[in-house]
């Protein structure tokens, strides 16, 4: 039993580069949500979704991309890297909905240069 | 306004000592869920407790417990007898149940330094 997987590990992207951070999960939750770390300001969503085909944006969604063509999948697409998205992300999925709590992924540290 | 506060930006303890945690949160909704999460140095996230807002109890597992404060709005952790793997950022995190369900919010995070 996998849980979160994501893909790749680390990733130096040049400004203005595109790229797509894969997460898969095997535990058939609906819910699912992308967020990222910065220092000192913990975590903050960018997108989520509540089932195949359906997203919506969080707190941060600006210059990211997601949608879910299946409940496995859910990756999150970088259309043109700036520097301020310098940042870990870290990939989500929950079983009943936020208030059930979330399992994480092991993260994607990205630098853009 | 942030909804989930940690004021203590890193804590330094010594081995066996014991530390405590601040979490503060903000909402309108009654029915609420409050987490705790650690973060190793290696960098995953685990999750370490859920408590509804009906459940004022506290709880204790091992060396940690939990104490929840609806009239404080304060969902405060505790390490007792502290150990050098305990160092780990740990963050404190809401889920509200009302206009924000798909929402969860974590608060900034506290470092834990242990040293032996």
């Known amino acids: 039993n996998a849980g979160v997987t994501q893909t790749p590990k680390f990733q130096v992207l040049k400004t203005g580069q595109s790229m797509t951070l894969q997460c898969a999960q095997d535990?058939?939750?609906?819910?699912m949500s992308w967020y990222r770390q910065d220092p000192g300001m913990g975590l903050r969503l960018i997108h989520y979704s509540v089932g195949a085909g359906i997203t919506d944006q969080g707190e941060v969604p600006n210059g990211y991309n997601v949608s879910r063509s299946t409940t496995e999948d859910f990756p999150l697409r970088l259309l043109s890297a700036a520097p301020s998205q310098t940042s870990v992300y870290f990939c989500?999925?929950?079983?009943?909905?936020?208030?059930?709590?979330?399992?994480f992924g092991s993260g994607t540290r990205l630098t853009v240069v | 306004a942030q909804k989930v506060t940690q004021a203590q930006t890193e804590i330094s303890v010594v081995e066996k000592e014991d530390v405590t945690l601040d979490c503060v949160y903000e909402?309108?909704?009654?029915?609420?869920?409050l987490f705790w999460y650690k973060q190793p140095p290696s960098g995953e996230l685990v999750f370490l407790i859920r408590r509804n807002s009906f459940d004022e109890q506290n709880e204790i597992s091992g060396r940690y417990s939990w104490n929840f404060q609806k009239s404080t709005s304060s969902f405060n952790f505790t390490i007792t007898a502290s150990q050098v793997v305990d160092s780990a950022v740990y963050f404190c995190?809401?889920?509200?149940?009302?206009?924000?369900?798909?929402?969860?919010?974590f608060g900034s995070g506290t470092k834990l330094n242990v040293k032996p």
């Open positions: 989500a999925s929950s079983y009943g909905g936020p208030t059930y709590g979330y399992t």
């Open positions: 535990m058939n939750h609906e819910y």
């Open positions: 995190a809401l889920s509200e149940v009302g206009y924000n369900f798909n929402k969860f919010y």
């Open positions: 909402t309108r909704d009654t029915t609420y869920y």
